[in-house]
Nanobody
Framework: QVQLVESGGGLVQPGGSLRLSCAVS????????IGWYRQGPGNQREVICS????????EYEESVKGRFAISRDNAENTVYLQMNRLKPEDTAVYYC??????????WGRGTQVTVSS
């Protein structure tokens, strides 16, 4: 079992920055990748970035490349999403997802990000 808790969302003006956190607990050693997803109003949930644990390789969806960055702090068992140059279309609930070697995947409950002036 793996538990994920997101935090750090809020209201920010266009052009601003936020850093989201995903606290990971449970069977951490079994996780081979972690990603961030988002679901905007009226939209389907979409993956925006991912991080492979063993290789450290990252991938980003085109609309966030160069603006968002995923990283991890092993000591804190936390994965971060640094979001810069935010746009109104980035408004969404942001979710953390973990993929486990046994074939399971886990979701957090999400944190709301609103980009508005």
């Amino acid at each position: 079992q793996v538990q994920l808790v997101e935090s750090g969302g809020g209201l920010v003006q266009p052009g601003g920055s936020l850093r989201l956190s995903c606290a990971v607990s449970g069977n951490i050693a079994s996780i081979y990748a972690i990603g961030w997803y988002r679901q905007g109003p009226g939209n389907q949930r979409e993956v925006i970035c991912s991080l492979s644990i063993s290789e450290g390789r990252t991938e980003y969806e085109e609309s966030v490349k160069g603006r968002f960055a995923i990283s991890r702090d092993n000591a804190e068992n936390t994965v971060y999403l640094q979001m810069n140059r935010l746009k109104p279309e980035d408004t969404a609930v942001y979710y953390c997802k973990a993929w486990e070697a046994e074939g399971y995947d886990y979701w957090g409950r999400g944190t709301q990000v609103t980009v508005s002036s």
